[in-house]
């Protein structure tokens, strides 16, 4: 079954960079349409970056110019590159795809961002 392990969080200052990284098994990895998400407490997850199987991205309007997402799908990865962060990206953060896992969701990566 589907398996997602996102890493890479941490706490840093504003103006500090993060790379977040989630390791996917169980799926046809280099078929799907990846995404990243971010939620924080009493708020809906939301759509931060997705990128198709071909290498068409997205980014949500709060991270275009700042965030980079990427796929290996050799390693069956996808990154997500963070620069210029701010508070307002304190998260956690998920990895998935938009048509979902069946409810399934991975442990998520914890995001601090300090002013």
């Known amino acids: 079954q589907v398996r997602l392990v996102e890493s890479g969080g941490g706490s840093v200052q504003a103006g500090g960079s993060l790379r977040l990284s989630c390791a996917a098994s169980?799926?046809?990895?280099?078929?799907?349409?990846m995404a990243w998400y971010r939620q924080v407490p009493g708020k809906e997850r939301e759509l931060v970056a997705s990128?198709?199987?071909?290498?068409?991205?997205y980014y949500s309007d709060s991270v275009k110019g700042r965030f980079t997402v990427s796929r290996n799908n050799a390693y069956m990865r996808l990154l997500l590159q963070m620069n210029n962060l701010k508070p307002e990206d304190t998260a956690t953060y998920y990895c998935?795809?938009?048509?979902?896992?069946?409810?399934?969701w991975g442990q998520g990566t914890r995001v601090v961002v300090s002013s």
């Open positions: 990128i198709t199987s071909s290498g068409s991205t």
């Open positions: 169980g799926i046809n990895f280099a078929i799907n349409h």
């Open positions: 998935g795809r938009p048509s979902g896992f069946g409810g399934y």
